[in-house]
């Protein structure tokens, strides 16, 4: 029995209408497993992808990390040396600052100390014005206790001008309580140049009046206490003018001694009407200042005088001091005179001794030298009986 041979065009089965061949089935059959098989090897290329890809991307972390770790590295270095820059710093700047703030507390505490010394000195100066003070004030106790009684008073004014007068005078210029051709006995007397009238200065003051002012407990009180003291005034004012103005033996002008400057200056504010009448009556009321500076004018107006009187004697002096000055004069030219003939000498002495000098020079040049010969091998020894020979150098003079 021969086996039976398919071919491929041979009808295997009818599908539907159409007939499938043995190679339609084969193909179909091929198709068939490749679409089974496709899946398959696509799933392990993807597999084999994807740990290609996972690998890849492993090794690029592991890169990536290595870099990052190398950076890390790289910046802990940076960031090590800055660290240590900067506590380096840190530590320069507070060791100057602890320089600077221990030099500024230094400073700070001399300063206090200095401070506090001067302190101390004003402490003590201030505690040596307020002993001062309370000393002023036990003075001014005591010079209320003066000023209430009328004599005291009369006399601590009076003091206060014989003072001022006697230190500003020199004695003979002035006189305390003289008599004058009316009997009356003004408190000083100033005697003035050139045979002039003699200036009166009295000393008392209607203090008591001033009192009643300063111690008025109401406006009204103050106001008759006021009219008091100006009609005081008055009346001192026409006693002065009447006792101490006498034509020909006292000036036309006294003066009335108030011995307080602050009274002075109350009275030339508050009571210009006693100034004003004062003025017209041709009595100047002074205060201790003014008395000062007054004597100090007239003791210039006497200085003047006693030159004027001495004029004659100044002039003499001169006369004779120009005769000594031209006696003085002639002596100097004389002695002008003998120091150019010594001066004249002593530059001839000087060429002399200029001369002696080169003179001198010219003899140490001398020079002394042997010229005697060596005799020769064949001759027999013959001496010279010159020594030597004398050569003088001859030295140019200037």
Request: no cysteine; charged share 25%.
């Given at each position: 029995?021969?086996?039976?041979?398919?071919?491929?065009?041979?009808?295997?089965?009818?599908?539907?209408?159409?007939?499938?061949?043995?190679?339609?089935?084969?193909?179909?059959?091929?198709?068939?497993?490749?679409?089974?098989?496709?899946?398959?090897?696509?799933?392990?290329?993807?597999?084999?992808?994807?740990?290609?890809?996972?690998?890849?991307?492993?090794?690029?972390?592991?890169?990536?990390?290595?870099?990052?770790?190398?950076?890390?590295?790289?910046?802990?270095?940076?960031?090590?040396?800055?660290?240590?820059?900067?506590?380096?710093?840190?530590?320069?700047?507070?060791?100057?600052?602890?320089?600077?703030?221990?030099?500024?507390?230094?400073?700070?505490?001399?300063?206090?100390?200095?401070?506090?010394?001067?302190?101390?000195?004003?402490?003590?100066?201030?505690?040596?014005?307020?002993?001062?003070?309370?000393?002023?004030?036990?003075?001014?106790?005591?010079?209320?206790?003066?000023?209430?009684?009328?004599?005291?008073?009369?006399?601590?004014?009076q003091s206060r001008m014989e003072t001022i007068i006697s230190d500003g005078l020199p004695m003979g210029a002035y006189a305390f309580q003289s008599t004058l051709s009316n009997g009356s006995r003004p408190d000083c007397t100033l005697r003035m140049p050139n045979g002039q009238p003699?200036?009166?200065?009295?000393?008392?003051?209607?203090?008591?009046?001033?009192?009643?002012?300063?111690?008025?407990?109401?406006?009204?009180?103050?106001?008759l206490a006021a009219q008091q003291f100006r009609r005081d005034m008055e009346v001192h004012i026409r006693d002065i003018a009447g006792k101490y103005l006498i034509p020909g033996e006292t000036q036309e002008t006294a003066f009335l001694f108030v011995p307080s400057e602050s009274i002075?200056?109350?009275?030339?504010?508050?009571?210009?009407?006693?100034?004003?009448?004062?003025?017209?009556?041709?009595?100047?009321?002074?205060?201790?200042?003014?008395?000062?500076?007054?004597?100090?004018?007239?003791?210039?107006?006497?200085?003047?005088?006693?030159?004027?009187?001495?004029?004659?004697?100044?002039?003499?002096?001169?006369?004779?001091?120009?005769?000594?000055?031209?006696?003085?004069?002639?002596?100097?030219?004389?002695?002008?005179?003998?120091?150019?003939?010594?001066?004249?000498?002593?530059?001839?002495?000087?060429?002399?001794?200029?001369?002696?000098?080169?003179?001198?020079?010219?003899?140490?040049?001398?020079?002394?030298?042997?010229?005697?010969?060596?005799?020769?091998?064949?001759?027999?020894?013959?001496?010279?009986?010159?020594?030597?020979?004398?050569?003088?150098?001859?030295?140019?003079?200037?």
């Open positions: 029995m021969e086996p039976t041979i398919l071919t491929l065009d041979q009808p295997l089965f009818i599908l539907g209408n159409h007939p499938v061949t043995l190679g339609m089935g084969l193909f179909i059959a091929i198709g068939i497993l490749l679409l089974a098989g496709i899946p398959a090897v696509l799933g392990r290329r993807r597999a084999r992808q994807s740990a290609d890809d996972a690998e890849q991307r492993m090794n690029a972390l592991l890169a990536a990390q290595t870099e990052m770790q190398g950076r890390i590295a790289a910046m802990a270095d940076v960031f090590g040396a800055r660290q240590s820059e900067l506590n380096q710093s840190i530590s320069q700047r507070i060791d100057g600052m602890t320089h600077r703030i221990g030099a500024s507390i230094s400073e700070q505490t001399k300063v206090t100390h200095e401070n506090l010394r001067r302190l101390q000195e004003r402490l003590a100066v201030i505690d040596t014005a307020q002993t001062n003070i309370q000393s002023l004030a036990k003075d001014m106790a005591g010079l209320q206790s003066i000023l209430s009684n009328k004599q005291t008073r009369g006399a601590f004014g003699v200036l009166v200065i009295d000393a008392k003051f209607p203090l008591e009046g001033w009192n009643a002012i300063r111690g008025a407990e109401n406006p009204e009180a103050g106001r002075f200056a109350e009275i030339h504010e508050n009571f210009e009407g006693i100034v004003q009448r004062a003025h017209k009556a041709r009595i100047v009321i002074v205060s201790p200042s003014l008395l000062m500076l007054s004597i100090q004018v007239i003791q210039a107006i006497l200085r003047d005088a006693r030159m004027r009187e001495q004029a004659h004697l100044i002039q003499g002096e001169v006369i004779r001091l120009m005769e000594d000055l031209t006696r003085l004069d002639d002596r100097v030219r004389k002695l002008h005179g003998h120091f150019l003939t010594t001066q004249k000498d002593v530059d001839d002495i000087l060429i002399s001794s200029d001369k002696l000098k080169k003179r001198g020079t010219r003899i140490e040049a001398l020079d002394l030298e042997t010229a005697s010969a060596a005799p020769s091998a064949q001759e027999p020894k013959a001496f010279d009986n010159r020594m030597g020979q004398l050569k003088l150098r001859v030295v140019d003079e200037d």
